[in-house]
């Protein structure tokens, strides 16, 4: 069948089996996509001839690159070190003593192959892992465990697959020159990655000040992304470009997830877009899966080594060795823990099954075993390629039934078990956009404003009613929300207000900026004199102040565009604190040292900067209001987050708080649309345009709170 005929099938096959989920909710639909593809296959001997080249480009690009742009940093980032733990070293120990004892299961199988096999089982779905986990009700931190390995043991399991494959295709294998191989691929993957996606969002920054911001346009570049990371990587570099394309949606996520969204309709269409693309890619692999099953097992059979009764049992071990070896690592996680803090509980070794039941095997992995080559090096098959894709497909259809038969029983809620191929569109758009007649009269003698100063406008509102209601125990949300609006407001007025007069602000914030920097470095002397921090805190904030101040001898009207500066600090702020994350015992000293400098030191700097003000040499009026506001606000949300970070409050109760402020500010935004309207400054058709900002800002508060409720 014609490529395009067979496309358009699958997908017609993929929205079948939403339909049948529909109805047949305790069945997950990627089962049912494996059956339509097994019904269709055996019915009308319908084959896809696979071009095993451009499989992992098709396929693990795009999910590895969304699975990136969706990775959670609160709670998740508190686990980096077991989270790292199991995504690599247990997916490597899954590849060795997994792949030896299927082999030893499988003596016909090359040692290679199942090293190979091991190595493409171990990644696990991540929605099928949380959907679970939260079922199960496991402790929360083997939840956000689990949960965190599952997004990023992908890339770890790809490469270890990739070597096991090369060594099979070409007959030789150096561990040297493996771990050589691995350092480059690994390191220079990451450098690609991270290169090429700044460059991308360069772009974008460049475009959207040239006012080239369709969002048409925006979506469609967001789409090719991890495609061009992907091939640039693998073409060019020769690294890996699965390590490439999850750094590329790391660093996509850490860059776009602001509070105000400057641009929410591209939010909310990428997103969309998004899970549509991720939607079909899921659903077409499963129904590939269901389509070779057919073919494996006839060539399997047709082999004469092994018969489908053995060829189901070397599927039902391969699981079971996977399944071991995962609940072995768990309940030695828990067990390591209950040893290092006494006060945990007794380790359970019911929750390590669990957590082992939670790894179904998905998109990945089918997607990794069709990419297998047909031949090796020498021109012959590919030793019991038939029986590895067999065996894969077998364990992701057994840990699929074992999730589906285990979960009514460990779990109270009638929720079906989650995929990454089910279907996830919680999100309406149900707000009006009023369709009033047009009867303003044109003749009215009314300043008419431009549209970005009627944004900057309504946020200054939003602003005033966030700090109208602005408590004691909202302070810290109230203060990210603030500053947060102050950024887009300042780029806003870089769009409309004079060079000249925009100059004058920046030359003003620069002078205040320079006195407050003075009142932190006196600050830090005195906590350093008396002996309230170390000599190692100290320097660290010294150098962290010295850097600041050299930014701001050298500033200028010129700013280089905001992603440079963004990860130019990101990474200056990573690796400075590498040293702190290697010396475990000493973090909790030094994190209490460093929120002690941020509290002293940024009050020290609000007290410098009143102080100046009150000179009596000092003509506070020839200072821009605004300048003076953003800065204070900067300074007082580095005080509320460092008082958070020294005594965590309920990240639920901030959100909690967050989302009522937001909500606020957003009615706030409204009303003043309505003002600047009623008062002449705007048209209606801006007054449409502004509400449809509004409406696209409240659709993407409302996915947040979508995506916080799912995880």
Known sequence: MPIVEAVILLIVLVLLSNIISHYLTFIPVSLIQIALGLIV????????????????????????????????????????????????????????????????????????????????????????????????????????????????????????????????????????????????????????????????????????????????????????????????????????????????????????????????????????????????????????????????TSQVIKGGQFNTSEALLFALGAWLVILGIRIVWTYGYILFQRLRNRGEERPSFRMAVLSGLSGVRGAVTMAGVLSVPLTVASGAGFPTRALMLFVASGVIIISLVAATITLPLISTSKQPLQTRASVSDEITNELDLDDEDDDFDEADEVRQISEDEARAYIMRLAISKIEELRRPNNQRAAYDLILDYQFVIRRLEMNYRADQAMQKVLNDELTLRQVAVEGERVALKELRQGEKITQTTYVGAVRRIERLENRLSQASG???????????????????????????????????????????????????????????????????????????????????????????????????????LRVRALSAERAGIQSLLEAGNITWTMATHLRQYVNYAENVLVMSLNDDEGN
């Open 41 to 296: 296959a055996l019915i009308w001997q319908f084959q896809i001839q696979l071009e095993t080249d451009w499989f992992l480009l098709l396929f693990i690009a795009p999910l590895l690159y969304n699975d990136g742009r969706r990775f959670p940093r609160r709670e998740l980032w508190r686990l980096r070190g077991p989270i790292f733990a199991n995504a690599i070293w247990l997916v490597f120990l899954t590849t060795i003593l997994g792949g030896y004892l299927i082999y030893l299961l499988i003596p016909k199988m090359p040692l290679t192959v199942a090293f190979a096999l091991a190595a493409i089982l171990s990644p696990t779905d991540p929605v099928a892992v949380q959907s679970i986990s939260k079922q199960a009700k496991l402790p929360e931190s083997l939840m956000h465990l689990v949960s965190g390995e599952s997004l990023i043991n992908d890339a770890s399991g790809l490469i270890a697959f990739k070597y096991a494959i090369a060594a099979t295709v070409t007959g030789a294998f150096s561990l040297g020159t493996a771990a050589g191989d691995f350092v480059y691929i690994s390191i220079v993957g990451f450098l690609a990655g991270l290169i090429i996606m700044t460059a991308i969002q360069l772009l974008m920054d460049v475009l959207r000040r040239q006012g080239i911001d369709d969002v048409v346009f925006n979506t469609v570049l967001q789409l090719a992304t991890p495609f061009v990371v992907y091939l640039v990587t693998e073409e060019i570099t020769h690294a890996s470009g699965v390590i490439a394309v999850v750094t590329a949606g790391v660093l996509y996520h850490a860059r776009e997830s602001q509070i105000v969204e400057d641009s929410p309709e591209l939010k909310l269409v990428t997103e969309k877009v998004w899970d549509i693309i991720i939607y079909s890619l899921n659903g077409i692999v499963f129904v590939i899966l269901g389509i070779e099953l057919p073919v494996a």
């Open 558 to 660: 010129h700013t280089w565009p905001s992603v440079v500066r963004y990860w130019i600090l990101f990474f200056k702020h990573l690796f400075r604190n590498a040293a702190y994350w290697l010396h475990s015992e000493d973090t909790d000293r030094l994190h209490a040292e460093s929120n002690l400098v941020e509290r002293e030191t940024a009050k020290a700097a609000i007290k410098a900067l009143s102080q100046y003000l009150a000179r009596t040499d000092v003509d506070e009026t020839q200072f821009d209001n605004q300048a003076i506001y953003h800065l204070i606000v900067n300074y007082r949300n580095r005080i509320e987050r460092a008082k958070a970070a020294a005594a965590p409050s309920h990240e639920e109760e901030y959100q909690h708080q967050f989302n009522k």
